[in-house]
């Protein structure tokens, strides 16, 4: 119960955190009940074209080129890219926490053998791989996906690699071994729990790194076609910026707002996990 005090407490002493915790909750709740409660289908043509904000009934965001309703795509697009975010994410964690793991546990030539493979990976643009991976698959979330998930795993290896390179010299993991505890329990009981914080923290900005990547293709036009995204919207009003700004800006602020939260969420997760923050704020 202290630990837990303790982290809250490190945690709240970050406005931004607070803020952006709060941002975060808020797009949780619209991505799990806002669909039921967007006035209507963001693929439904329901009004004249380029309504402006406020320029209809029931249209608070206007409409886009064809008469869809920039409010329920905004809606909509919260799931996608949350779940895009938070799937990729967790499968680029899984990677990377394994790769790393080993890597640093074992060391020698698994250790030589690992890095060297995520320097392949590291050595191509992220951004570009993502996109000929895309590309050579048929544009889906799926796709979209594992996409982002191959792309990203690389920091998260050299993280926990590092973690563990420390962690294996420690006294409790002798004492696991004389034991006689096997290696996959002493990895997972012993060295990552200890290791578990800075993940945490760097999950949660990955997640940040994900929408933004998502949105970036979709913005291309890789993203699915058959799921509203927030990088879809603003892709597809590049050439009317100048007529109907309101078909860009509103799905920016929600890509805009979602990231910033994410990032002031991960510094208040790393002052929480960090018991050092004490120590500087007194």
């Not at 790393?270 to 050092?276: E, F, H, Q």
Request: with cysteine; charged share 10%.
């Amino acid at each position: 119960m202290t630990i837990k005090n303790g982290f809250w407490r490190r945690f709240c002493r970050n406005k931004g955190a607070v803020i952006g915790l709060a941002v975060l909750v808020i797009a949780t709740l619209v991505a799990l009940i806002g669909p039921w409660l967007a006035p209507n289908d963001p693929w439904d043509m329901v009004e004249r074209p380029f309504l402006s904000p406020m320029g209809g009934p029931g249209m608070l965001l206007g409409t886009d080129t064809l008469g869809r309703d920039i409010l329920s795509g905004v809606i909509h697009g919260t799931r996608v890219s949350l779940l895009i975010g938070l799937v990729s994410t967790v499968v680029s964690l899984l990677i990377g926490v394994s790769l790393g793991a080993m890597s640093g546990y074992f060391g020698g030539w698994i250790d030589a053998a690992l890095m060297r493979f995520t320097e392949l990976f590291q050595a191509i643009p992220s951004f570009a791989l993502a996109i000929v991976l895309v590309a050579v698959f048929e544009p889906s979330l799926g796709s979209i996906i594992a996409a982002i998930s191959l792309v990203s795993w690389p920091p998260v290896a050299r993280l926990v690699r590092g973690e563990f390179l420390t962690l294996r010299q420690r006294d409790f993991v002798a004492a696991a071994l004389l034991a006689g505890q096997s290696t996959p329990r002493i990895i997972l009981t012993q060295i990552l729990p200890n290791a578990i914080s800075p993940i945490i923290v760097m999950g949660s900005l990955m997640i940040a790194s994900a929408i933004l990547l998502e949105s970036s293709l979709s913005f291309l036009g890789l993203g699915d076609p058959n799921a509203m995204s927030w990088g879809y919207m603003v892709g597809s009003a590049r050439t009317v910026l100048l007529q109907a700004w309101w078909m860009a800006v509103f799905p920016g602020l929600a890509i805009v707002l979602t990231v910033l939260a994410f990032n002031l969420v991960g510094e208040g997760l790393n002052d929480g996990l960090n018991a050092r923050a004490d120590g500087r704020t007194k």
